[in-house]
């Protein structure tokens, strides 16, 4: 896998799971990326600005589809539904926040398809509705590719200081398992050899 394949996936995965359909495993190329980025094959900047374009563009075409046909089909696929109690919360915060619940519901599952597939029906314009989709996408990817990014850096460096002594563990424990089938075949022959020149001499 290059560097370009991330980029694409990354932009793919974040449309589709910008557009607010659940359950879209987006961590694990937050996790490649970082550690390109550690490696200096891929760029920081670069990563957090194609996954809020590509968040971005999955944000504003779940907008457009729930403001027109999806709500019905989103009802008739229970899977992909939007919860009652989502809902009920969305709207709730869309009173208490205004446009700031887009930005806020990035970060709650509960909340953000709703949000996003039912934000046209709360009365949020496309202009607002996309000005605050921009700072939602922006902060979370930031937030998702920097903590990727330190995450790689934290693991790998515990892996480079105590692989000579993981190496050695492994080995003993190699080792160990080695001798303990050595001495258990030993042990089997010996034993079926006694029993079968026992049966001989009787």
Same mark, same amino acid.
Not at 10 to 23: A, N, S
Not at 76 to 83: A, L
Not at 109 to 125: E, K, Q, V, Y
Not at 173 to 201: E, W
């Given at each position: ?15 589709? /799971? ?8 987006? /961590? *694990?190329?937050?996790? +490649? ?56 919360? +969305?709207?709730? &915060?869309? /009173? ?5 619940? %887009? ?10 398809? *709703? ?10 314009? *496309? ?16 937030? &998702? ?12 460096? &515990? &892996? ?11 080995? %003993? ?9 050595? %001495? ?19």
């Amino acid at each position: 896998m290059t560097p370009n394949h991330i980029y694409v996936l990354l932009f793919g995965l974040l449309l589709i /799971e910008g557009i607010g359909i659940p359950g879209v495993p987006f /961590e *694990p190329v937050f996790v +490649a990326a970082g550690y390109f980025i550690r490696q200096g094959q891929l760029s920081f900047v670069v990563a957090v600005l194609v996954g809020t374009v590509a968040n971005l563009a999955g944000n504003t075409l779940g907008y457009w589809l729930g403001a027109s046909t999806m709500p019905g089909l989103f009802k008739r696929f229970s899977r992909f539904s939007p919860t009652e109690k989502g809902q009920t919360m +969305a709207r709730r &915060w869309f /009173e208490r926040y205004g446009g700031m619940t %887009v930005v806020v519901s990035r970060w709650f599952g509960l909340i953000r398809t *709703p949000t996003i597939i039912c934000a046209a029906a709360m009365g949020i314009r *496309p202009a607002p509705y996309i000005f605050y989709s921009a700072i939602g996408a922006f902060t979370w990817t930031l937030a &998702w590719q920097y903590g990727s990014w330190k995450g790689v850096n934290i693991a790998l460096r &515990w &892996w480079d200081r105590h692989l000579l002594r993981t190496t050695l563990l492994l080995n %003993v424990m190699l080792a160990g398992l080695l001798l303990l089938i050595v %001495v258990g075949g030993i042990y089997l022959y010996l034993k079926r050899y006694y029993l079968y020149s026992g049966g001989q001499q009787d």
